[in-house]
């Protein structure tokens, strides 16, 4: 299982190491760092929310 702050901090490294297991797993890591970046933005908007309270 990968590291979440390495694909993250070299997305593109770690893009290239997994095509060549299978090309599909480069598409993979795009939308993980699309969900994640998603997901950080509903935690900021959380925690701005609760900040309010």
Excluded: Q, T, W
């Excluded at 997994?18 to 959380?46: A, C, N, W």
């Amino acid at each position: 299982m990968l590291d979440i702050k390495l694909i993250r901090k070299s997305p593109e490294s770690v893009k290239e190491r997994l095509s060549k297991r299978d090309p599909v797993y480069s598409k993979m890591i795009d939308e993980i760092l699309d969900v994640d970046e998603e997901r950080r933005g509903l935690i900021r908007e959380l925690e701005d929310l609760k900040a309010e309270k």
